[in-house]
């Protein structure tokens, strides 16, 4: 059974930090590339940054250079940093497998993590 609990977001100002944490079921983290997704409101939801199982990253250029995607694989936890935040990065940020997100109908998406940066 897939499990996926995000945690960590919260207001922040713009320029602002926060680190966001996916604890996930072993059955797929152990397996699959994982990724950050977000949704802002009225829009569709984007993959923002993505590990693979052997800590290769790939990011949104939205996002290049100021987020950073980590992994711990004993921990089945991933994790994603957030620096030099913006008003345009406020949304609701998943976790998920992008193969299963892809191959899977219909997806499994946790409750997600509401992130809001403003003044």
């Known amino acids: 059974q897939v499990q996926l609990v995000e945690s960590g977001g919260g207001w922040v100002q713009p320029g602002g930090s926060l680190k966001l944490s996916c604890a996930a079921s072993?059955?797929?983290?152990?397996?699959?590339?994982m990724g950050w997704y977000r949704q802002a409101p009225g829009k569709q939801r984007e993959l923002v940054a993505r590990?693979?199982?052997?800590?290769?990253?790939n990011y949104a250029d939205s996002v290049k250079g100021r987020f950073t995607i980590s992994r711990d694989n004993a921990k089945n936890t991933m994790y994603l940093q957030m620096n030099s935040l913006k008003p345009e990065d406020t949304a609701v940020y998943y976790c998920?497998?992008?193969?299963?997100?892809?191959?899977?109908?219909?997806?499994?998406w946790g409750q997600g993590t509401q992130v809001t940066v403003s003044s």
């Open positions: 590990i693979t199982t052997g800590g290769i990253t």
């Open positions: 998920n497998a992008p193969t299963l997100v892809v191959t899977t109908t219909p997806t499994y």
């Open positions: 072993g059955s797929i983290f152990s397996i699959y590339t």
